[in-house]
């Protein structure tokens, strides 16, 4: 089975902080994803990748900004991490467009 | 209108019993469709794709999709409490983005 393993599952920063949360995928993905999910809003996509060094916005990346050096990991930065930043993120991979995505466990991150 | 539509419940049906959870979308050029499950605390896992009209079986699962009335359901038979969750639809739609419905909950109750 495919396996996306996020770095922590739970994180607690402090308000200016620059975070990293790490994502790697073991099956050979091509397209990674960065989500956020909050209670009301769902899933909301920050940025994608297609390839290794390709990043895309996708609808709120607004304070977060991605790098993808090699294919199997791909990392999301908040540059000045905020309180509205506080959520659940979840990165996910598939093997390409039209496929279902699989999901890593989450991290919960909590800026105070 | 949302892109992607779906109750938020909760849906609650005794066990034994037929779970119906529906889907509609206003993106007449979305392709593909998908139902994720995911339980509380946990990240959603995908259990059924769906990429023509018709019926799509595996298992007690079964998703429907007819795009000229723009909805896609997912059919769970013989409901189990394990199947307590909030049910995810996604669909691939213009600029190959997928997007979510903020989900339904299913209660089974015993």
């Known amino acids: 089975d495919v396996k996306v393993t996020q770095s922590s599952r739970y994180l607690v920063k402090r308000t200016g902080e620059k975070v990293f949360l790490e994502c790697v995928q073991d099956?050979?993905?091509?397209?990674m994803f960065w989500y956020r999910q909050d209670p009301g809003l769902g899933l909301r996509l920050i940025y994608f990748s297609y390839d290794v060094k390709m990043k895309e916005k996708g609808d709120i990346p607004e304070g977060y900004s991605v790098s993808r050096e090699k294919k199997e990991r791909f990392s999301l930065i908040l540059e000045s991490a905020s309180t509205n930043q506080t959520s659940m993120y979840l990165c996910a991979s598939s093997p390409g467009t039209g496929h279902g995505y699989t999901f890593g466990s989450g991290t919960r991150l909590t800026v105070v | 209108q949302k892109e992607v539509e779906q109750n938020s419940g909760p849906l609650s049906v005794p066990e034994g019993a037929i779970a119906s959870l529906n889907c509609t979308y206003s993106?007449?050029?979305?392709?593909?469709f998908f139902w994720y499950r995911q339980y509380s605390g946990k990240s959603p896992e995908l259990i059924m794709s769906i990429y023509s009209n018709g019926d799509k079986e595996d298992g007690r699962f079964t998703a429907q999709l007819n795009k000229a009335s723009q909805y896609v359901s997912l059919l769970i038979r013989d409901s189990q409490p394990s199947d307590s969750a909030t049910y995810l639809c996604a669909l691939l739609g213009g600029y190959q983005k997928v997007t979510f419905g903020t989900g339904t909950k299913l209660q089974v109750i015993p």
């Open positions: 099956m050979d993905h091509e397209n």
């Open positions: 993106d007449r050029g979305s392709q593909s």
